[in-house]
């Protein structure tokens, strides 16, 4: 079955950096698009960066951009999110998300906090 479960999360202080990774399996992980999302406290989950399942297109939030890049291994299964010049308001769960074989898959997620 098609799993997604990200990792690299953790307590950073502002300004800091964070990679997260999304390990993929149950799907031809090449083939697809994939996508984080986060979900701060209080707030509406919202889409942070995408990736083509070539790798070669990208697109991010205006609120991330310049701060985080989104990129993929294929030959691993794996999505990351490198996060930079992390703030306080980045404190959210990231969670992984892809549209594959018809269906709608998320991960589980993983707790991102900002904090001195």
């Known amino acids: 079955q098609v799993q997604l479960v990200e990792s690299g999360g953790g307590l950073v202080p502002p300004g800091g950096s964070l990679t997260l990774s999304c390990a993929a399996s149950?799907?031809?992980?090449?083939?697809?698009?994939m996508r984080w999302y986060r979900q701060g406290p209080g707030k509406e989950r919202e889409l942070v960066a995408a990736?083509?399942?070539?790798?070669?297109?990208?697109t991010y939030a205006d609120s991330i951009k310049g701060r985080f890049t989104i990129s993929r291994d294929n030959a691993k299964n794996t999505v990351y999110l490198e996060m930079n010049s992390l703030k306080p308001e980045d404190t959210a769960v990231y969670y992984c998300?892809?549209?594959?074989?018809?269906?709608?898959?998320w991960g589980q997620g993983t707790q991102v906090t900002v904090s001195s």
């Open positions: 998300r892809t549209f594959a074989l018809l269906r709608d898959y």
């Open positions: 149950g799907f031809t992980f090449s083939r697809y698009a």
């Open positions: 990736i083509d399942s070539a790798g070669s297109t990208t």
